[in-house]
């Protein structure tokens, strides 16, 4: 079994964490995750028993979309824990690194203890998410790895616009524990404890509150759906985006919408909730890199509406597997949201039909056997 060190800046489990969860198990007997900071998503690596150790420094921020330099200090602050890792990684036959931060620590690292360097590419490196010096570091960096996994299509082509090597980039879609997906709770009572009343119909966007995920948007809209339309948020500022958190409960106050929309914070049942929603929202006003919430809606049977950037375009066939609508247009969602209300039969038709697809396109088994034929080629080359 090959033995990767696999590094990642959060403590959070955003997306990139949980794919990365998911490619860890299988090689845990023999594999490290070295977390730059402690917190939850600690818990969820030992709970799969993956072998997890805290990187603890104050030099690396926390905060997902803060500049590169800015969020890493300075490279000499670096420096103590640059060295560990590249003694660790002595003991490993490759450093994995998962997010961007990680990369800058992992590429020296890798130089130093002459360990091959692998990047898993969660983000579209387009000016949209970063600025010009911090998408040319993650470029030049990214660019001395012996492997560049992208998420998707779009997050590749990405890379590639911004200077990328060709040769080197692969694009895998993140993978799903379908076993997960078997046994889904009848919505009646999850709506119960949840104190919702049978008639109503519920959309659920399920992403952390963050400005560019586009809750925002799904408010405005729920103003031009009929009133047994409501709302679940699911998800939390896991990023420091307070602001918008408030943001977004004044903007409920001043819609009058206090007995339509509910903010469930973090939750750790997505797959319960999903299978109650009568349809789920990915409201994101940028390009999605992937958008793991719109395979999960699909796993779970629930029509998907997503905005028609990034990867979701890669997900959903607009019309034929869910419905695709422009980023930031209110209008555009609420006609959607509309539609599922008044087509309940077609609505769960394409449902039907991405849940097919995605079964065979998202399939976590196989997506992990791909990942492993890329990885040996790397230990070989
Ligand atoms: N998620 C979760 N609990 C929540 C909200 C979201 O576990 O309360 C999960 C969700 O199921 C998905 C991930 O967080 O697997 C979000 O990933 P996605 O790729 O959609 O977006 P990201 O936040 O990574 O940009
Ligand atoms: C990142 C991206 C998200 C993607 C996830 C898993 O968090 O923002 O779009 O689904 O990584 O690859």
């Known amino acids: ?57 104050k030099a690396i921020g926390v905060r997902k979309e803060s500049g590169l330099l800015q969020g890493l200090s300075s490279i000499r602050e670096l420096l103590p824990a640059i060295n560990r890792i590249a003694n660790l990684s002595r003991n490993y036959d490759l450093i994995y690194a998962n997010t961007q931060k990680s990369l800058v620590i992992g590429a020296i690292a890798s130089f130093l203890s002459r ?18 010096t911090n998408r040319r ?10 492997l560049v996994i992208a998420n998707s299509q779009a997050s590749q082509a990405a890379f590639i616009a911004a200077g990328g090597r060709k040769d080197i980039v692969e694009c895998v879609y993140n993978g799903f524990n379908l076993e997960l997906y078997q046994h889904l709770p009848a919505a009646t009572a999850i709506k119960q404890q949840l104190g919702i009343e049978e008639d109503k119909f519920v959309v659920g966007n399920f992403s952390r509150l963050s400005p560019w995920k586009g809750q925002h948007i799904l408010l405005e809209a ?21 602001d918008y958190v408030q943001k977004l409960h004044a ?5 009058n919408l206090e007995h339509r929309v509910k903010f469930l914070g973090f939750r ?15 409201t994101s006003t940028i390009a999605e890199p992937f958008g793991r919430v719109i395979v999960e809606a699909m796993l779970c049977g629930t029509p998907i509406v997503a905005t028609s950037a990034g990867g979701a375009q890669e997900l959903v066939e607009s ?5 695709l609508v422009a980023p930031g247009d209110v209008k555009e969602l609420a006609a959607a949201i509309n539609t599922c209300i008044a087509q309940p039969e ?10 097919v697809q995605a079964r065979q396109r998202f399939d976590g088994a196989i997506i992990n056997q791909q990942i492993a034929q890329l990885l040996s080629k790397v230990i070989k080359k």
């Open 1 to 57: 079994m090959t033995k990767i060190l696999f590094l990642d800046q959060s403590g959070k489990p955003g997306g990139a964490e949980l794919c990365l969860l998911d490619i860890a198990k299988p090689y845990r007997d023999t594999c490290l995750v070295s977390l730059f900071v402690d917190g939850p998503f600690r818990q969820l690596l030992e709970k799969q028993q993956i072998p997890v150790q805290i990187l603890a420094t």
């Open 115 to 132: 360990r091959p360097l692998v990047y898993h590419l969660h983000d579209i490196l387009s000016l949209d998410h970063f600025s010009a």
């Open 137 to 146: 570091i993650a470029v030049t960096l990214a660019n001395r790895a012996a």
């Open 222 to 242: 729920l103003t031009h759906c009929p009133e047994k339309a409501i709302a679940l948020l699911i998800g939390d500022a896991l990023f420091g985006e307070q």
């Open 251 to 255: 903007q409920v106050a001043e819609l």
């Open 268 to 282: 750790n049942d997505v797959t319960s909730l999903m299978a109650t929603c009568d349809m789920v929202t990915h």
């Open 319 to 323: 019309g034929k597997t869910g419905l």
């Open 346 to 355: 077609q609505s769960a038709k394409m449902a039907q039909a991405a849940n």
